[in-house]
């Protein structure tokens, strides 16, 4: 899904409207949109919703959401709805009469009690600048209630171009609801930290002309789209096989999650290879074998030589989860990197490469998973430039390396050689957990393996059904859960569901 600027939503949303569509009906399409998901969100657990109103197209969609929720609604509106204009009169019309609304100049702490959701409708993408003294009051005074806040498009007090919260001020949004198309402040500045949990809604918009717009931003309408299909008489060796290379004395757990993990996304045959037993249980569906170790517990030298059979016998590789740091693992990467087909290196497959760049060689299908230290010793090794820019540092490392580069943390960033990069939408603070990237390793890795052809889009689909994954799970994930919370969540999106 293209990313967009401010100027280019408002011409879409004319063109539309030219094009015989009312802006009403617009709005009620995002409002609906953002009941549904709001409704998804909250589930029963709040007794109350209050609506923050602002005088703008962006109040009329709160005011939208407030007539279709199925709970007690308050809206506190910044003026009288009478003085609403456009569309947004049209919406405080056709608000039921039993949605309770009141004009409030300023707000204090009293205005919320535990239970409530706030639903943000007081600025939308046209905010820019210095804060009004009333909406900054609306803003902090629920910022400083401890509820959970719903955003609609955009959290205000947000710069829909930059990111950057003007003021010093903005919502801090445990969900945004954007429509149309993501704007581009989502993703820099505050943005991120602001917006919280995405999702997007279709309100019918002309398409993005090819070359318009900033980078992409993967949804799940994106996820429908990639998730490899498979025909009703398919085999095993069809639906891709995965080696993963991984694990050692002391984390022999890593692999055991990154099997796990590729085996619930659905890889046909996982074969795991470890220098160790592990001294967790496998599954039965796993292929394992023990191969040579070292004295410090981690993968021999020998072990190149004898990963041969298992390497012609895969369609995709995952490496580095837990290996360590052994003299034999040199040798090991060295032969990995002679793999024809895709190549997943994460974790300290990518830390033995930022000690020792001479092992490095281009090939093509390289996919590359660090966390931000890892992407610190990289560039440090390989010299390449570091920027506070998460997507501007993912595509240097993507650039230099040749590599599909996954750069983790708060909106995951995946970049391609040559330019192209994707920006998560999935994924909640609770994925910030030891674990965590073993698995994602592992769900990318099986995804590769069922297509090989794709390593960008298999890769920006990974990182989505794991984000995707943590949020299912919530407070308290641990990585052990992680696995079966990829299966729900590949399973939901093949079904066509529309939780998500």
């Known amino acids: ?26 709005m009620r399409r995002a409002g609906e949109g953002a009941a549904e998901l709001i409704r998804e969100f909250a589930g029963n657990r709040f007794r109350r919703a209050v609506v923050l109103a602002g005088g703008g197209n962006n109040g009329g969609d709160a005011l939208v959401v407030a007539a279709l929720l199925d709970m007690p609604v308050t809206v506190y509106a910044t003026r009288p709805l009478t003085e609403l204009r456009g569309e947004a009169r049209q919406a405080a019309r056709d608000l039921p009469d039993h949605v309770h609304v009141e004009e409030r100049k300023e707000l204090d702490d009293s205005d919320f009690r535990p239970g409530d959701l706030i639903v943000d409708g007081l600025l939308g993408t046209g905010f820019a600048g210095e804060l009004r003294p009333q909406f900054r009051n609306y803003i902090e005074v629920a910022n400083r209630s401890g509820q959970p806040v719903v955003a609609m498009d955009l959290p205000s ?3 829909g171009d930059t990111g950057v919260a003007d003021s010093g001020a903005a919502v801090e949004a445990a969900l945004t609801v954007t429509f149309g198309y993501p704007k581009r402040g989502l993703f820099h500045g505050d943005g991120p930290r602001c917006s919280g949990r995405l999702r997007l809604v279709d309100i019918g ?6 070359g318009v717009g900033y980078g992409e931003a993967f949804f799940a309408a994106d996820a429908r789209r990639e998730l490899p299909r498979f025909a009703f008489d398919i085999h095993k060796n069809l639906r891709g096989r995965l080696l993963i290379a991984a694990g050692s004395r002391e984390y022999s757990g890593a692999a055991v ?14 074969r795991l290879a470890m220098p160790v037993s592990p001294r967790l249980p496998l599954p039965a569906a796993l292929i394992f074998r023990e191969f040579p170790a070292g004295r410090e517990g981690c993968f021999a030298a020998e072990a190149a030589r004898e990963l041969a059979p298992w390497l012609e016998a895969s369609s995709a590789v995952a490496a580095g989860s837990g290996w360590g740091d052994g003299p034999g693992l040199a040798e090991v ?14 974790a300290d497959a990518l830390n033995l490469l930022s000690r020792r760049p001479e092992l490095w060689r281009r090939r093509g299908k390289l996919v590359i998973t660090p966390h931000p230290g890892e992407a610190h010793r990289l560039a440090r090794g390989f010299g390449i430039p570091e920027s506070a820019d998460r997507i501007e540092f993912a595509c240097a490392l993507a650039e230099r390396l040749h ?3 996954l750069l983790k943390g708060a909106r995951t960033v995946v970049a391609a050689p040559g330019g192209r990069w994707s920006v998560n939408s999935s994924g909640c603070a609770d994925l910030a957990a030891a674990g965590s990237g073993d698995v994602l390793s592992g769900t990318v890795g099986a995804l590769l393996a069922m297509r090989p052809d794709a390593p ?3 890769t920006a689909l990974g990182a989505w059904l794991h984000g995707m994954a943590g949020e299912l799970g919530g407070r308290g994930l641990v ?3 992680l696995p079966g919370l990829v299966r729900l969540a590949v399973g939901g999106i093949a079904a066509g569901s529309a939780s998500f």
């Open 1 to 26: 899904m293209r990313i967009i600027d401010v100027e280019t939503m408002r011409r879409l949303e004319a063109e539309t409207i030219a094009a015989g569509t009312s802006g009403y009906r617009l």
């Open 157 to 159: 007090g947000i710069n």
């Open 205 to 210: 918009l002309n398409a993005v002309e090819p």
């Open 257 to 270: 999650l990154a099997a796990n993990a590729a085996l619930r996304t659905g890889a046909g045959m996982v």
């Open 333 to 346: 990467l060295e032969r990995l990197l002679d793999f024809p087909g895709p190549l997943l290196l994460d």
């Open 403 to 405: 590599a599909v580069t």
């Open 456 to 458: 960008f889009e298999m």
């Open 479 to 481: 990585a052990d859960d």
